[in-house]
């Protein structure tokens, strides 16, 4: 039924229904040209005959023997979704490539195949944008505000941590503002500026909770953090600490600096002043 395109449409219409989660089913021919329309569990799509998808993910490097073919996972031209293909190789009784059959996955109606992501638990280093890093040492750090009252401010962020439920802490020493998460809203984040950073009223406003057990930094090792992030602000006039971040769920201390780089470590590794983060 190869090349009577109705029949094989009826065909692809009969068989998507066996195949679990499939979105869409279609033939193709060697170079990549659809040679029948779209098939789904609804029906015929009556808009793609004659479509060339020769340059899409799934048709690079085929090989001239393969039989079938799982691509990764690519974004879909249309839906802008990621999604993947199945490649099915379709010959002739003498063995010549006729075409291909071609059937489409949404990644959403898949199955979940594998554990939940994990951060990895070693030290991260990302560059940042070369513009900024080109100009660094044109710079020097202006003191703000919160360094102006850092001892106040850490203060408080210890006790909003350790005694009022905030899990995760994002703080801008540069513009002197906090970005906060607490666990009993944990979708939402709040924004504490300098004055309410140096204003111990504001613990009032965070329930008092107690220090989760799950917590992978201990509330007592939280004020050596903070401190560790007072040294990177003031070590050097050029190359200094612009954004620190804390997460005692993760257990996970975000660095920014002034260079634009950042770094991802878990706080063990942070509080080692052995550490190449300290020593390079």
Same mark, same amino acid.
């Given at each position: 039924?190869?090349?009577?395109?109705?029949?094989?449409?009826?065909?692809?219409?009969?068989?998507?229904?066996?195949?679990?989660?499939?979105?869409?089913?279609?033939?193709?021919?060697?170079?990549?040209?659809?040679?029948?329309?779209?098939?789904?569990?609804?029906?015929?799509?009556?808009?793609?005959?004659?479509?060339?998808?020769?340059?899409?993910?799934?048709?690079?490097?085929?090989?001239?023997?393969?039989?079938?073919?799982?691509?990764?996972? /690519?974004?879909?031209?249309?839906?802008?979704?990621?999604?993947?293909?199945?490649?099915?190789?379709?010959?002739?009784?003498?063995?010549?490539?006729?075409?291909?059959?071609?059937?489409?996955?949404?990644?959403?109606?898949?199955?979940?195949?594998?554990?939940? /992501?994990?951060?990895?638990?070693?030290?991260?280093?990302?560059?940042?944008?070369?513009?900024?890093?080109?100009?660094?040492?044109?710079?020097?750090?202006?003191?703000?505000?919160?360094?102006?009252?850092?001892?106040?401010?850490?203060?408080?962020?210890?006790?909003?941590?350790?005694?009022?439920?905030?899990?995760?802490?994002?703080?801008?020493?540069?513009?002197?503002?906090?970005?906060?998460?607490?666990?009993?809203?944990?979708?939402?984040?709040?924004?504490?500026?300098?004055?309410?950073?140096?204003?111990?009223?504001?613990?009032?406003?965070?329930?008092?909770?107690?220090?989760?057990?799950?917590?992978?930094?201990?509330?007592?090792?939280?004020?050596?953090?903070?401190?560790?992030?007072?040294?990177?602000?003031?070590?050097?006039?050029?190359? /200094?600490?612009?954004?620190?971040?804390?997460?005692?769920?993760?257990?996970?201390?975000?660095?920014?600096?002034?260079?634009?780089?950042?770094?991802?470590?878990?706080?063990?590794?942070?509080?080692?002043?052995?550490?190449?983060?300290?020593?390079?």
């Amino acid at each position: 039924m190869w090349k009577n395109r109705s029949k094989l449409e009826h065909v692809l219409e009969a068989r998507i229904r066996k195949i679990f989660h499939c979105k869409y089913l279609y033939a193709l021919d060697p170079a990549g040209i659809q040679v029948c329309d779209n098939i789904s569990k609804e029906g015929i799509f009556q808009n793609d005959f004659g479509r060339d998808r020769s340059d899409r993910p799934y048709m690079q490097n085929l090989g001239e023997n393969f039989d079938f073919n799982l691509s990764e996972a /690519y974004i879909s031209l249309r839906a802008k979704r990621p999604s993947l293909t199945a490649l099915h190789s379709v010959r002739s009784d003498d063995g010549s490539l006729l075409g291909y059959i071609g059937a489409d996955f949404d990644l959403r109606d898949l199955p979940m195949t594998k554990a939940m /992501y994990e951060d990895p638990k070693s030290w991260v280093q990302l560059k940042g944008d070369p513009s900024i890093r080109s100009g660094v040492f044109e710079q020097k750090r202006i003191e703000s505000m919160l360094d102006q009252n850092i001892d106040t401010v850490f203060g408080i962020l210890t006790e909003l941590s350790s005694d009022h439920g905030v899990f995760h802490i994002m703080l801008h020493f540069s513009s002197s503002r906090a970005v906060v998460w607490h666990f009993d809203d944990p979708f939402r984040y709040r924004l504490l500026d300098v004055e309410s950073l140096i204003d111990p009223d504001i613990c009032l406003a965070f329930p008092k909770s107690h220090y989760p057990k799950n917590a992978l930094i201990p509330a007592d090792r939280i004020p050596e953090i903070w401190e560790a992030f007072r040294e990177l602000r003031f070590v050097d006039e050029m190359l /200094y600490l612009r954004t620190g971040t804390l997460n005692i769920f993760n257990g996970i201390v975000g660095l920014t600096f002034s260079c634009d780089g950042s770094h991802y470590i878990p706080w063990e590794e942070f509080l080692d002043r052995k550490h190449e983060l300290w020593t390079s």
